[in-house]
């Protein structure tokens, strides 16, 4: 039972978090918006999604092939796939000179971290009460993509 559940979690990460993850690209006329400042930006909008794209495109796409049918046979393996995301998604972050596009790639770390512990919970701690938060990490998730997509394809 257990393991059905995790199967029926994994699913709805994958199926509603993800969806639409191929447009993270940012659009050639980006714009050139430096945005709200916490400190000088020394990139415009279209400079720092270009720097990032890369990264949360990958991190985006590696979860597209993502096996969920194994994910409830090696839950560390599945932790540690989450794990190498917010990694990559971290490095990311650290490299943009844009406040507006740190924030965004910010918010689909946090997103993926938060994704990453309600499935340590479910998978290795064996907490079932996790999947209530199945469908807020998944919004988190589509949501964090939603927003970096639109503001490097403005």
């Known amino acids: 039972m257990n393991r059905r559940i995790a199967t029926i979690a994994?699913?709805?990460?994958?199926?509603?978090?993800?969806?639409?993850?191929?447009?993270?690209?940012?659009?050639?006329?980006?714009?050139?918006?430096a945005g709200a400042?916490?400190?000088?930006?020394?990139?415009?909008?279209?400079?720092?999604?270009a720097?990032?794209?890369?990264?949360?495109?990958?991190v985006a796409s590696s979860f597209q092939t993502f096996d969920i049918s194994t994910a409830a046979d090696d839950p560390q393996a599945t932790i540690a796939v989450f794990t190498e995301a917010?990694?990559?998604?971290?490095?990311?972050q650290d490299?943009?000179?844009?406040?507006?596009?740190?924030?965004?790639?910010?918010?689909?770390?946090?997103s993926f971290q938060a994704t990453g512990d309600t499935l340590k919970k479910?998978?290795?701690?064996?907490d079932v009460t996790a999947v209530a938060n199945i469908g807020t990490v998944s919004g988190?998730?589509?949501?964090?993509?939603?927003?970096?997509?639109?503001?490097c394809n403005s």
């Open 140 to 151: 988190e998730v589509r949501a964090s993509l939603e927003t970096f997509a639109t503001l």
């Open 37 to 49: 400042a916490s400190g000088p930006d020394t990139q415009t909008v279209a400079e720092a999604c």
């Open 86 to 92: 917010v990694d990559a998604l971290k490095a990311a």
């Open 51 to 58: 720097t990032v794209a890369d990264k949360v495109s990958g």
């Open 10 to 33: 994994l699913a709805s990460v994958a199926l509603l978090g993800l969806s639409g993850c191929a447009t993270l690209a940012p659009s050639a006329s980006g714009s050139n918006d």
């Open 122 to 126: 479910l998978l290795v701690d064996g």
């Open 95 to 110: 490299a943009v000179g844009n406040s507006e596009v740190r924030e965004a790639t910010l918010s689909i770390r946090d």
